[in-house]
């Protein structure tokens, strides 16, 4: 690495606070303009300092070499501080501007760069702050060159350089420092607007095209779940609902039959049949019409988790106490503020899961439900976690699938229905859901529900 790139490198290092905005305004710019300046300026001093020096020891001037050191020697306090903030950066480098211009207007009047220094000052305060300030600069050089010639009037100026103008002569020259100093001011003012417009504009542009991803990417989503459900439907259509009713118009004619062929008792056994496929047909198309209104509750409200898991645990106190069974809230579902969700598909959530742990139970320990959560970034992740049969592994990937059901046992009541509730209500909620369970060794539910909830 060069030298010149070793010194840029330590220079920014000094300066950069370490953080880039995620907008970049004016303001940034403004800085990040400041940091060229202040790398630039260092060494383009040091090369006009010899010679100046030079100058000052052939003209006898020992205090422009004075108060020249004195510059550089703030030029390098600025450059390269540890403590100085930028805000104060900027004002020493100002200060250090004006500092050289009154020494050089003092002992030198026009020849020297005295009145260059000024107008670079104006050039500089519009660059490095708001421009409506440079406005202020330009007042100050007025004044500066107005308080000069009063100098030269009143002989309080003893330079044989300075005095070889007269005021009127001086204030002449001065005038048009004035002059370009206000056409700097207000070409960078208009500049700098355009350029915070256009950078506004970019900014508005970027958040419309954000916002439109982020809606893109939800409604691809929301299409996919309405996809799934939709095959989830035609697979329930076709097999399902069709079961019930293939039964039912088999017997019916069974029951066609002339009475000599049909065996004793068998009107019977057919109504019961029929009676028990119309039961399950009931089940199946209220399961349907149960699972296509979930989301349509499109309030969200602020609520405690802990206060949803205890009235949950209230509606089903009887299952809980005719079973033994223990609801164990943690410390962090108590210590979470509130969360912004679907208020009844939520409590609907949390009634499915508990109700689905209590309902298989081992028998020979006593149920323990526990309820955590874990506070992510962007999620919440809750678990819902119980020491019940367990799912066998082959059944871990169906079981969110409507009318899937892990247990076939008829000790098990049920359709299948309760965690593709859970699995439709979740991702409502922007989250996921999944399992962790081994036969004979309870379950363990995970489920997200996003901070970032559309009111």
Not at 98 to 122: A, C, E, F, K, R
Not at 195 to 215: D, G, M, R, Y
Not at 258 to 284: A, M, N, Q
Request: glycine share 6%.
């Amino acid at each position: 690495m060069s030298i010149w790139s070793k010194y840029k490198e330590l220079v920014a290092s000094r300066l950069s606070n370490g953080s880039v905005p995620d907008v970049k305004g004016v303001d940034y710019w403004r800085d990040k303009l400041f940091h060229v300046i202040v790398v630039y300026t260092l060494p383009v001093c040091m090369i006009a300092y010899i010679p100046a020096m030079v100058l000052c020891y052939y003209l006898d001037q020992p205090y422009i070499a004075f108060y020249d050191s004195l510059a550089i020697a703030l030029i390098v306090l600025v450059t390269f501080s540890t403590k100085l903030s930028l805000r104060w950066r900027k004002l020493l480098f100002v200060g250090t501007m004006y500092l050289l211009s009154i020494t050089l207007l003092y002992y030198m009047g026009v020849y020297g760069p005295g009145l260059l220094y000024l107008l670079s000052t104006v050039i500089f305060v519009s660059l490095i702050y708001s421009s409506k300030l440079a406005y202020w600069c330009v007042v100050v050089n007025a004044a500066i060159c107005v308080l000069f010639a009063v100098f030269m009037h009143l002989g309080l100026m003893d330079s044989a350089l300075v005095n070889i103008y007269t005021p009127e002569a001086w204030l002449a020259v001065a005038s048009n420092q004035v002059l370009l100093s206000v056409l700097f001011a207000v070409s960078i003012q208009i500049l700098t607007s355009g350029f915070a417009q256009t950078l506004e504009k970019e900014s508005i542009l970027k958040e419309n095209i954000k916002n439109e991803v982020v809606e893109s990417e939800r409604l691809v989503k929301e299409l996919k779940i309405k996809n799934e459900e939709m095959e989830q439907f035609t697979y329930i259509a076709s097999h399902d609902l069709q079961e019930p009713l293939n039964t039912i118009l088999g017997i019916t004619e069974i029951l066609k039959l002339p009475s000599s062929k049909k065996g004793e008792g068998d009107f019977e056994k057919s109504l019961d049949y029929i009676s028990f496929s119309v039961e399950r047909l009931k089940l199946l198309i209220k399961g349907l019409l149960d699972y296509s209104r979930i989301g349509r509750q499109l309030a969200v409200e602020e609520v405690s988790s802990e206060e949803v898991i205890k009235n949950v645990a209230s509606d089903l106190y009887s299952a809980i106490s005719e079973s033994g069974t223990k609801v164990l809230i943690d410390e962090s579902v108590r210590r979470m503020g509130p969360i912004a969700v679907f208020l009844l598909d939520f409590n609907q959530l949390f009634q499915n899961l508990i109700s689905n742990a209590i309902k298989f139970r081992s028998m020979s320990v006593k149920p323990v439900i526990e309820v955590s959560v874990k506070e992510r970034s962007d999620f919440f992740e809750f678990l819902v976690k119980d020491n019940g049969i367990g799912i066998d592994k082959d059944n871990l990937d169906k079981i969110f699938d409507i009318f899937k059901r892990a247990h076939s046992d008829a000790s098990y009541e049920g359709n299948g229905i309760g965690l593709a509730f859970c699995k439709k209500i979740v991702e409502l909620h922007g989250g996921q859901i999944w399992v962790e369970s081994k036969a004979g060794s309870g379950s363990s539910f995970y489920f997200t529900i996003s901070r970032h909830l559309a009111k």
